[in-house]
Protein backbone atom coordinates (compact mmCIF):
# COMPACT_ATOMS: atom_id res chain seq x y z
CA UNK A 1 0.00 0.00 0.00
CA UNK A 2 1.58 3.10 -1.33
CA UNK A 3 1.10 6.59 0.13
CA UNK A 4 0.03 8.87 -3.23
CA UNK A 5 2.12 11.58 -4.18
CA UNK A 6 0.10 14.21 -3.38
CA UNK A 7 -1.29 12.80 0.04
CA UNK A 8 -1.16 15.79 2.93
CA UNK A 9 1.47 13.42 4.48
CA UNK A 10 4.14 13.17 2.24
CA UNK A 11 3.96 17.30 2.21
CA UNK A 12 4.45 17.61 5.70
CA UNK A 13 7.31 15.70 6.46
CA UNK A 14 8.64 17.32 3.02
CA UNK A 15 8.28 20.73 4.75
CA UNK A 16 9.32 19.59 8.69
CA UNK A 17 12.42 18.01 7.30
CA UNK A 18 13.63 20.58 5.09
CA UNK A 19 12.72 23.70 7.16
CA UNK A 20 15.01 21.81 9.75
CA UNK A 21 17.71 20.28 7.82
CA UNK A 22 18.13 23.45 6.22
CA UNK A 23 17.91 25.31 9.30
CA UNK A 24 19.53 23.89 12.20
CA UNK A 25 20.66 20.90 11.26
CA UNK A 26 22.88 22.20 8.85
CA UNK A 27 21.76 19.45 5.90
CA UNK A 28 21.91 21.82 3.24
CA UNK A 29 21.44 18.83 0.96
CA UNK A 30 18.31 18.50 -1.36
CA UNK A 31 18.67 14.94 -1.96
CA UNK A 32 19.56 13.89 1.24
CA UNK A 33 16.51 15.70 2.80
CA UNK A 34 14.31 14.31 0.00
CA UNK A 35 15.43 10.45 0.85
CA UNK A 36 14.49 11.39 4.14
CA UNK A 37 11.41 12.47 3.96
CA UNK A 38 10.33 9.84 1.73
CA UNK A 39 11.48 7.46 4.46
CA UNK A 40 9.34 8.82 7.19
CA UNK A 41 6.56 8.17 4.65
CA UNK A 42 7.62 4.66 3.87
CA UNK A 43 8.16 4.08 7.93
CA UNK A 44 4.42 5.30 8.20
CA UNK A 45 3.44 1.91 7.13
CA UNK A 46 4.91 0.05 10.23
CA UNK A 47 4.92 -3.32 8.24
CA UNK A 48 8.57 -1.45 6.40
CA UNK A 49 9.67 -1.15 9.56
CA UNK A 50 10.85 -4.96 9.79
CA UNK A 51 10.74 -6.16 6.01
CA UNK A 52 13.81 -7.89 6.46
CA UNK A 53 13.57 -11.46 6.64
CA UNK A 54 15.91 -14.36 7.39
CA UNK A 55 16.07 -17.56 5.73
CA UNK A 56 13.37 -19.07 7.25
CA UNK A 57 11.25 -16.15 7.00
CA UNK A 58 11.39 -14.92 10.39
CA UNK A 59 11.41 -10.74 10.46
CA UNK A 60 14.28 -9.39 12.21
CA UNK A 61 13.88 -6.78 14.70
CA UNK A 62 17.21 -6.21 16.23
CA UNK A 63 19.85 -4.42 14.39
CA UNK A 64 21.97 -6.84 15.72
CA UNK A 65 20.15 -9.86 13.83
CA UNK A 66 20.54 -7.72 10.67
CA UNK A 67 23.87 -7.48 10.98
CA UNK A 68 24.41 -11.06 11.17
CA UNK A 69 21.79 -11.38 7.79
CA UNK A 70 23.57 -8.60 6.04
CA UNK A 71 27.29 -10.53 5.95
CA UNK A 72 28.01 -12.62 3.01
CA UNK A 73 29.57 -14.64 5.60
CA UNK A 74 26.85 -15.55 7.90
CA UNK A 75 24.01 -14.89 6.12
CA UNK A 76 23.48 -13.16 3.25
CA UNK A 77 23.28 -15.05 0.24
CA UNK A 78 24.95 -12.51 -2.06
CA UNK A 79 26.22 -8.92 -2.21
CA UNK A 80 22.95 -7.99 -3.27
CA UNK A 81 21.50 -9.30 -0.49
CA UNK A 82 24.02 -7.63 1.62
CA UNK A 83 23.51 -4.04 0.11
CA UNK A 84 19.45 -4.55 0.58
CA UNK A 85 20.07 -5.22 4.23
CA UNK A 86 22.88 -2.62 5.03
CA UNK A 87 20.62 0.25 3.29
CA UNK A 88 17.74 -1.27 5.81
CA UNK A 89 19.40 -0.78 8.74
CA UNK A 90 20.72 2.32 7.80
CA UNK A 91 17.33 3.60 6.87
CA UNK A 92 16.23 1.86 10.17
CA UNK A 93 18.73 3.08 12.51
CA UNK A 94 18.17 6.67 11.28
CA UNK A 95 14.25 6.59 11.81
CA UNK A 96 14.76 5.29 15.24
CA UNK A 97 17.70 7.30 16.45
CA UNK A 98 15.93 10.64 15.29
CA UNK A 99 12.38 9.70 16.09
CA UNK A 100 12.55 6.90 19.11
CA UNK A 101 15.94 8.49 20.92
CA UNK A 102 14.46 7.26 24.13
CA UNK A 103 14.04 3.73 23.01
CA UNK A 104 17.59 3.52 21.43
CA UNK A 105 18.49 4.50 24.83
CA UNK A 106 17.03 1.72 26.57
CA UNK A 107 18.69 -0.97 24.13
CA UNK A 108 21.13 -1.98 27.16
CA UNK A 109 18.92 -2.14 29.74
CA UNK A 110 15.95 -4.35 27.81
CA UNK A 111 17.95 -7.96 28.82
CA UNK A 112 19.92 -9.72 26.76
CA UNK A 113 19.10 -8.83 22.95
CA UNK A 114 22.21 -8.51 20.72
CA UNK A 115 20.55 -4.65 20.23
CA UNK A 116 21.80 -4.05 23.68
CA UNK A 117 25.08 -4.48 22.43
CA UNK A 118 24.77 -2.08 19.17
CA UNK A 119 25.63 1.20 18.71
CA UNK A 120 22.66 2.64 16.27
CA UNK A 121 24.77 5.82 15.17
CA UNK A 122 27.63 3.47 14.43
CA UNK A 123 25.64 0.69 12.78
CA UNK A 124 23.52 3.04 10.55
CA UNK A 125 26.74 5.22 8.98
CA UNK A 126 28.53 2.30 8.52
CA UNK A 127 25.61 0.48 6.83
CA UNK A 128 25.29 3.62 4.06
CA UNK A 129 28.92 3.87 3.81
CA UNK A 130 28.83 0.09 2.64
CA UNK A 131 25.65 1.04 0.56
CA UNK A 132 27.75 3.97 -0.96
CA UNK A 133 31.01 0.97 -1.82
CA UNK A 134 27.82 -0.34 -4.54
CA UNK A 135 29.26 1.87 -7.34
CA UNK A 136 28.78 -0.12 -10.15
CA UNK A 137 25.99 -0.50 -13.24
CA UNK A 138 22.64 -0.39 -11.32
CA UNK A 139 23.87 1.36 -8.13
CA UNK A 140 26.18 3.63 -9.87
CA UNK A 141 24.07 6.84 -9.63
CA UNK A 142 22.55 6.02 -6.37
CA UNK A 143 26.01 5.46 -4.17
CA UNK A 144 26.88 9.02 -4.06
CA UNK A 145 23.45 10.10 -1.63
CA UNK A 146 24.43 6.85 0.44
CA UNK A 147 28.15 8.53 0.95
CA UNK A 148 26.77 11.74 2.26
CA UNK A 149 24.13 10.09 4.03
CA UNK A 150 26.98 8.31 5.74
CA UNK A 151 28.86 11.33 6.72
CA UNK A 152 26.24 13.51 7.25
CA UNK A 153 24.33 10.50 9.59
CA UNK A 154 24.69 12.56 13.43
CA UNK A 155 23.46 15.65 11.81
CA UNK A 156 20.42 14.13 9.80
CA UNK A 157 19.33 12.29 13.42
CA UNK A 158 19.45 15.11 15.00
CA UNK A 159 17.22 17.04 12.46
CA UNK A 160 15.12 14.13 12.92
CA UNK A 161 15.25 15.02 16.64
CA UNK A 162 13.77 18.80 15.66
CA UNK A 163 11.14 16.99 13.69
CA UNK A 164 10.01 14.72 15.80
CA UNK A 165 9.76 17.89 18.32
CA UNK A 166 7.84 20.04 15.35
CA UNK A 167 5.01 16.53 15.60
CA UNK A 168 4.85 16.40 18.95
CA UNK A 169 3.99 20.57 18.94
CA UNK A 170 1.15 19.84 15.55
CA UNK A 171 0.02 17.04 17.71
CA UNK A 172 -0.52 19.14 21.09
CA UNK A 173 -2.27 21.57 19.00
CA UNK A 174 -4.68 20.10 17.91
Request: glycine letters at 6%; a positive charge; proline letters at 4%.
Amino acid sequence: MEIPADHPLRKLFRELVVRRFYGDAQVRDPEVARYVSELLVQFAHVRNLCKIRDARGWRLEDVGRMLIESNPLLGAHSFDREREVRKHIGDYTLFLSGLFPEYVASLPRRGLRLDAFVDYVKAGKESYRIVSCFDQFEYRNEAPLFRRLSEAFELCVFGLNLVKQDLERIRQEQ
